[in-house]
């Protein structure tokens, strides 16, 4: 686990922090099922993952597909980003984030993995 975000999923994290005045927590670097994501709703199965460059190499695309499906296999839904559009396109971004979690349905507090890591 990572505790020395990038810049991209610094301003992420500030923003998906704002959203808990409309109720949606997110936790960062959260430990679930041998992965570490890097920002999660679990009361709204969403996942965010920031993608630097590497996430276009062929072996990683692949990691990456693999650890999504098996991610959807729990209910989670995740969308990813790179850092370009988190750089040059946040509010397109969030926008898109918040629909998401406005059209995800909600799962109650017992689907909820005890509290480990990065929360705040």
């Given at each position: 686990m990572r505790k020395t975000m990038t810049p991209p999923e610094a301003r992420m994290w500030v923003n998906l922090k704002r959203l808990r005045a409309q109720g949606y927590h997110f936790r960062r670097q959260a430990p679930f099922r041998g992965y570490f994501l890097d920002f999660v709703c679990f009361e709204r199965r969403l996942v965010i993952e920031v993608d630097g460059q590497h996430h276009g190499e062929e072996a990683q695309?692949?990691?990456?597909?693999?650890?999504?499906?098996?991610?959807?296999?729990?209910?989670?839904?995740?969308?990813?980003?790179?850092?370009?559009?988190?750089?040059?396109?946040?509010?397109?971004?969030?926008?898109?984030?918040?629909?998401?979690?406005?059209?995800?349905?909600?799962?109650?507090?017992?689907?909820?993995?005890?509290?480990?890591?990065e929360g705040e």
């Open positions: 695309a692949l990691h990456d597909a693999r650890r999504d499906a098996t991610l959807a296999t729990e209910g989670f839904l995740t969308l990813r980003f790179d850092n370009p559009s988190i750089r040059d396109h946040i509010g397109d971004v969030m926008d898109h984030v918040l629909r998401t979690l406005q059209a995800r349905p909600t799962r109650s507090l017992r689907d909820h993995p005890p509290h480990e890591g």
